[in-house]
């Protein structure tokens, strides 16, 4: 790959020595800014011209409205002042044409400016005239009474109303109860001149029977002062009908259309606004492509000048981006592009390729014991050995902290790849020299083999991390292969942390105490808290088998939380008697973990003087000076603390005097061999004698013979437990055990 890389940017260099990338990268760039430079024009004058076509349908839309609330406007007005029972009355019985030019004509002429007034009797003869304020005779208007006889047809029924007319029969409104005539209007041309034409029938919905009505005709003509006036209001200059002056070749116009093809047509000035914007950017345009064109020659001049660095930066950066900076080895990201193309040729070449996920065992240890800086150095020595330990075709990757993956192809049978993982477990469990510290650390290996069947990249990397699982789980610093059971056993261990999860949130747990028993075996001193699972399905679990699950799955915390203040509860009653609980190496280094103590020592009301907190050795590596501090807070409160399983760990003598122990507990191991081994019994004394030294309490674990008791209270130890003295039993249990002590007690007293 990278001297491929190497040879395209020395062409490179040789292009732009010979000048041939300068033309070549500014034809390009030219190209683009010209369509760019288009594409800003042709969006500027589409956009004003999409905006004037908008602004258009506004304004004739806004024209049509106002002819059709002014229409409403007229009907409405001629019905407020001829719809009354009197006007009524006299227009049908008792016509009167000088009250009737009071009364009706005069009103809509004076106060609503209607131009003509028209009575017509039952006979659609004209009987009242009314032009400007003055009545006039109605044989007058003879020639204009074809112009009304669509109004007429509309309200005698003979006509059903057309698109732009507006027609109502006669009805009784359902809020006031008042009757309302029948009642009519459109706009048309009326004498040459475009009016609104309105008219009611004078009769109610109960004078149907009384014989055709007299009718009520206004009109109102639409030019002149009402035209300007709506030109002012809605801004459309030069309003006007077509008549009035010939139409321009920038005005609209708008054609009302009514029945029988009669058609009143108006005309405007429309606005543009979307012209006017461009007429005012256009000089800021013009200035801005002019800077563009400026900035495009220096951005060419500037891309001849760095197209070298760039072509050598983008190599550099390609290789930072996939590899590790630590290690100097390849990333995730370079491994999962490096396995594709190695599942795609084993697809097509029927060979066999594996993919090995190895992590670095207890490597958490050394980065809390020594230090990121040891724990950077020591990721640094395990590249170069794994770099070393492999073939030329095989790829080693960092992915992340301690987790390596290697990937090897043409694997000839699984044996060989047994043997390529034994050695590379072999080459990092060798002793390593980093920063003055000798450091030993082991490693577990997953193996995931590639064949044709294989589907991808994730699925291949799932099952090297389920195989990296099995071999951490059977003992660590060990290779394992996949196989299908590999992942029935990985879903059983994860319902088994759903089970142990929902048992821990519904109580669903129990606690057994083991007694620990002076130094003559015949005294009950303590008791220790051991946590037991009765599954609903599975019957019986053993803490072998849940307390490693909830130690990955961080449920411990809860668990440990669960166990203390159960066995605060039920030892409460038991007086005199220390309850051992065990705290797990998650839960003692939480900020909170004092707090939680406490907490729970107050809800139960417990004694702390009772309570004695069983640490192992590994709890305490990392942060030394925050677990002494916690240590001390609760001895403060009185609570006791034991170092469990003393002899199996570090065995540091720096704990034994750093940390406030109060006892030491002899692990089982060193107690079974002491009958077999001498060097058992020898380590046994020298812890016996090491405790005393130091002021402690020493208690040994898995005392099962008399002879184990007989030699453990002859080394001077001052308690013990095993199966000698009980087996973990319930609450209950131990309560009877001391009331029957009591009782013989009291008997042995009283005799």
């Avoid at 260099?13 to 300068?22: E, F, K, L, N």
């Avoid at 259309?257 to 800021?284: H, Q, Y």
Wanted: glycine share 8%; hydrophobic share 45%.
């Amino acid at each position: 790959m990278w001297p491929q890389a190497a040879t395209r940017l020395t062409r490179f260099r040789g292009w732009i020595a010979g000048g041939r990338p300068r033309l070549i990268g500014a034809l390009p760039i030219g190209f683009l800014v010209a369509i760019a430079v288009v594409c800003i024009v042709v969006a500027v004058f589409s956009s004003a011209q999409r905006a004037d076509q908008e602004e258009l349908v506004q304004e004739r839309q806004q024209f049509a409205n106002a002819l059709a609330d002014r229409g409403r406007l007229v009907l409405h007005e001629l019905e407020n002042v001829t719809a009354s029972d009197d006007v009524l009355a006299h227009l049908r019985s008792e016509f009167v044409p000088a009250w009737v030019h009071h009364r009706v004509g005069l009103r809509l002429s004076t106060f609503f400016a209607h131009e003509h007034v028209f009575v017509l009797d039952g006979s659609d003869h004209l009987t009242y005239a009314l032009h400007g304020n003055a009545s006039a005779d109605p044989s007058s208007f003879e020639p204009g009474r074809p112009d009304l006889t669509r109004v007429i047809d509309l309200l005698r029924g003979r006509a059903l109303a057309d698109d732009g007319e507006r027609y109502a029969q006669a009805s009784v409104d359902a809020v006031t109860g008042l009757g309302r005539p029948r009642r009519a209007q459109r706009l048309q041309m009326f004498m040459t001149r475009p009016a609104i034409v309105a008219g009611i029938a004078a009769a109610l919905p109960d004078d149907a029977a009384k014989g055709p009505p007299p009718l009520v005709l206004a009109v109102k003509f639409v030019d002149g002062a009402l035209l300007a006036e709506i030109g002012q209001r809605f801004d459309l200059p030069n309003l006007r009908t077509i008549a009035a002056e010939p139409v321009g070749k920038d005005d609209t116009v708008f054609v009302a259309a009514s029945a029988g093809g009669e058609a009143v047509a108006f005309a405007w000035t429309p606005n543009r606004p979307g012209s006017l914007i461009v007429k005012t950017v256009l000089p800021f345009i013009a200035f801005a492509l002019a800077g563009l064109a400026v900035l495009v020659g220096l951005a060419l001049r500037f891309i001849r000048r760095t197209a070298a660095t760039i072509a050598e930066g983008e190599i550099r950066l390609r290789h930072l981006a996939l590899h590790d900076p630590l290690s100097g080895l390849p990333n995730r990201t370079y491994f999962g592009e490096r396995l594709a193309s190695v599942i795609e040729d084993v697809g097509r070449d029927g060979t066999l390729g594996a993919v090995l996920a190895i992590d670095l065992d207890h490597f958490k240890d050394i980065n809390d014991t020594l230090g990121h800086h040891v724990g950077d150095g020591l990721i640094r020595a395990v590249a170069q050995r794994l770099s070393r330990a492999l073939r030329d075709g095989d790829l080693v990757a960092r992915l992340g902290g301690d987790e390596f993956a290697v990937i090897t192809t043409d694997v000839p049978e699984l044996s060989a790849l047994e043997r390529v993982a034994e050695r590379l477990i072999e080459t990092l469990r060798a002793p390593y020299a980093i920063m003055s510290h000798t450091l030993v650390i082991g490693a577990s290996v997953g193996i995931a083999l590639i064949d044709r069947r294989s589907a991808d990249s994730a699925d291949i990397m799932r099952r090297a991390d389920v195989a990296l699982y099995r071999a951490k789980n059977e003992g660590r610093n060990r290779a394992c292969i996949y196989d299908a059971d590999m992942d029935a056993d990985l879903r059983e261990r994860k319902e088994l942390e759903n089970d142990l999860r929902a048992a821990i949130a519904e109580n669903g747990l129990s606690v057994a105490y083991q007694p620990i028993m002076n130094a003559s075996g015949e005294k009950m001193a303590g008791v220790e808290a051991l946590c037991r699972w009765h599954h609903p399905r599975r019957g019986d679990v053993g803490p072998s088998v849940f307390i490693p699950i909830a130690e990955r799955s961080e449920l411990i915390i809860a668990l440990g939380e669960w166990v203390l203040r159960k066995a605060c509860l039920e030892a409460a009653a038991w007086t005199g008697l220390t309850v051992a609980v065990n705290v797990s190496p998650l839960q003692f280094r939480r900020q909170d973990f004092v707090e939680v103590v406490e907490r729970i020592l107050a809800e139960t009301r417990f004694d702390p003087h009772r309570l004695e907190l069983e640490l192992t050795e590994s709890t305490l590596l990392g942060n030394v000076d925050e677990a002494e501090k916690a240590m001390l807070r609760l001895k403060a409160r009185g609570v006791r603390f034991a170092l469990d399983d003393f002899g199996t760990g570090y065995s540091s003598l720096h704990y034994l005097r750093r940390f406030p122990f109060d006892r030491i507990k002899i692990d089982r191991s060193f107690v079974l061999s002491i009958e077999t081994a001498a060097d058992a019994a020898s380590i046994v004394h020298a812890i016996v004698s090491l405790g005393r030294g130091l002021g402690m309490k020493v208690t040994a674990e898995g005392v099962e013979t008399a002879e184990q008791q007989l030699f453990l209270r002859a080394a001077g130890v001052h308690s013990m437990q095993g199966y000698r003295f009980g087996k973990p039993a319930p609450a209950q249990t131990i309560t009877d055990r001391l009331e029957d002590a009591s009782l013989t007690a009291l008997k042995i007293a009283a005799s």
